[in-house]
Structure formats: C-alpha cells, structure tokens
C-alpha cells in the first residue's frame, strides 16, 4: 500500500482540481452561482456523492462523471457532489483506499463577508488518518459572482439573406 504521506499530494490535486475554472454548473463557475448565498460551509468528503430524491443513481453518476448536473441538482448539491467526487478520484489516482482516512472535510469560507462585487474564498483541506496524523492545506481564491446571461436572439434566414446581399453589394 502507498505511503500515507501522500495524502498531502491528494490534498493539493483536490484543491487544484476543485478549485478551476472546470468546476462548472450549467456551463458557468459552480462557486459563481453560490457565492452571494453562501450556505455550505463544511463538506464531509469521506461520504458517499449525495443524489437528489428525483434524481436515479444511474442519472447521478452519469451526472458526476461528466461533471454536468441535471436540472434538479441545486448549485449547493452539485457544490457538495463535486467535491465529495473530486477526493475519491485523487485517493485513487495515488492508489490509497479510503479506509485509510478517519475524517476529511473542505471548509469554505468567505475572507470578506461585505464584498459587493466578488470575494475571496478560503478552501482548506484537513484529512485526519487512521493512525491519527493530521495533514491540512487551503488555497485562497478570487471569485466573482454569475450574472445571467441573456437568450441569444437568433436572426432570421430573411435577416441573413439580406445582410449577405449588403454585404455583397458593399464589396463591388
């Protein structure tokens, strides 16, 4: 079995991971959607991926491997569901079974409460072995909140057509 020191390459992998630009929800950053109403604060990572009540286990793993969430997962699901997934594929990128870690949570937390336009979030990483020894990491990130995107208007064949004409008569 791997050596437990590498839960601090696990620790480091899960927070860069979770932490990018591809921890979407939606096709936006998943932290976007939740940062105005920051409600999770503390993240078990040792439990299972939790699943919505309508939603069939066979949908939420298609679901988490894709890391596209159906339209009953909330951002605060797909918040937890992301990170719980996020460590159990770094555990088993470096070969270590979960049974070695007692307790692992993600604490999310906003630097500063009263910013208007974005915050920085505090992630950090506390695993807690069988054996007793603590290994704990954070990283400290900018985040800026999602603004709804408004439906794109799709111009008529007509409206094209035209405009090709123009366009055609501008170039002769």
Request: hydrophobic letters at 40%; proline letters at 6%; one cysteine or more.
């Amino acid at each position: 079995m791997p050596s437990r020191k590498l839960l601090k390459n696990v620790i480091r992998g899960f927070l860069g991971t979770y932490v990018s630009r591809n921890s979407d929800f939606n096709g936006a950053l998943l932290f976007g959607d939740v940062i105005d109403h920051l409600t999770v604060d503390e993240i078990n990572l040792t439990e299972s991926a939790p699943t919505p009540p309508s939603m069939t286990a066979e949908h939420a793993l298609t679901a988490l491997a894709r890391f596209k969430f159906q339209d009953q997962m909330t951002p605060e699901h797909a918040l937890t569901a992301l990170a719980r997934r996020t460590f159990q594929d770094q555990l088993s990128k470096v070969g270590l079974p979960l049974s070695v870690v007692r307790s692992a949570t993600l604490t999310i937390r906003k630097c500063d409460p009263s910013a208007t336009c974005g915050s920085d979030l505090l992630f950090t990483v506390r695993v807690e072995t069988d054996l007793g020894r603590v290994y704990e990491d954070g990283v400290r990130e900018f985040i800026y909140p999602n603004r709804p995107r408004p439906p794109r208007q799709r111009r008529s064949s007509l409206a094209s057509a035209l405009r090709g004409a123009f366009d055609w008569l501008r170039l002769r």
